[in-house]
C-alpha cells in the first residue's frame, strides 16, 4: 500500500482543468433536426409528475413515433425536463447538469411546482421555480399535468422540424 500511495504522489493530478464559464447569456432556443434526446431530473418532487412521464412514454402515446426518446446522459440530451419545485440541495446539480449538456439545448418545467414552487413556493427550502435557476423554453402547467399536455409541448419543439411526422398523425 505505502507503494501505490508514493506513486499517486508522483504521478499528481492528470486530468483536464475544467473549461472556464461562458460569459454569454445561456440560449433557450432549441433547433431540433427530427429527433429530440430528453434528460428528465426530479428538482424534488412528489412523484406525480414522474407517473405521467411514465405513461407519456408507454405505448399509448408512443413519443418515440416522434422521434422524442429519454437518455441517461445529460451529454446526449437536447433537452432538460425538470419537474418539482427546485430544492435548495437540488440546486447545484440541477445547475451541473445543465452545463453538462451541449449546445443548443432547452429547458421545460413539467408541472406547477416547477412553474413556480406550486404548494411548496414559500418555504425556506425550494426555490421560486426552475426559471429562478436555468433559462426556461416553455411551462407545462398543472398538478399533475396530463401525458397528452406533456407529449403536446413536446410536440410543438419536434413537429416543425418533421412534417412527415405531421401527416402520420
Avoid at 486530468?15 to 433547433?31: A, G, I, K, V
Avoid at 430528453?38 to 413515433?65: F, W
Avoid at 427546485?86 to 406547477?112: N, R
Wanted: a neutral charge; aromatic letters at 4%; glycine letters at 6%.
Amino acid at each position: 500500500m505505502y507503494k501505490i500511495l508514493l506513486k499517486i504522489l508522483r504521478t499528481r493530478l492528470l486530468t483536464e482543468p475544467l473549461p472556464e464559464p461562458s460569459s454569454d447569456p445561456p440560449r433557450p432556443l432549441l433547433p431540433v433536426t427530427g429527433t429530440l434526446a430528453i434528460r428528465h431530473v426530479d428538482a424534488g418532487s412528489c412523484n406525480a409528475c414522474e407517473l405521467e412521464l411514465h405513461a407519456l412514454n408507454g405505448s399509448y402515446y408512443s413519443p418515440e413515433q416522434l422521434g422524442v426518446r429519454f437518455v441517461a446522459s445529460p451529454r446526449h440530451a437536447d433537452l432538460l425536463l425538470v419537474t418539482g419545485p427546485v430544492s435548495c440541495h437540488m440546486e447545484q446539480a440541477l445547475i451541473d447538469t445543465y452545463d453538462a449538456m451541449p449546445f443548443p439545448k432547452a429547458v421545460i418545467a413539467i408541472g406547477d411546482c416547477a412553474r413556480n414552487g406550486g404548494c411548496f413556493r414559500g418555504s425556506y427550502a425550494v426555490r421560486e421555480g426552475v426559471a429562478s435557476v436555468l433559462p426556461v423554453l416553455s411551462v407545462v402547467p398543472g398538478c399533475p399535468p396530463s401525458p397528452a399536455a406533456i407529449l403536446s409541448s413536446l410536440e410543438a419543439i419536434v413537429l416543425p422540424a418533421t412534417p412527415s411526422v405531421r401527416q402520420i398523425r
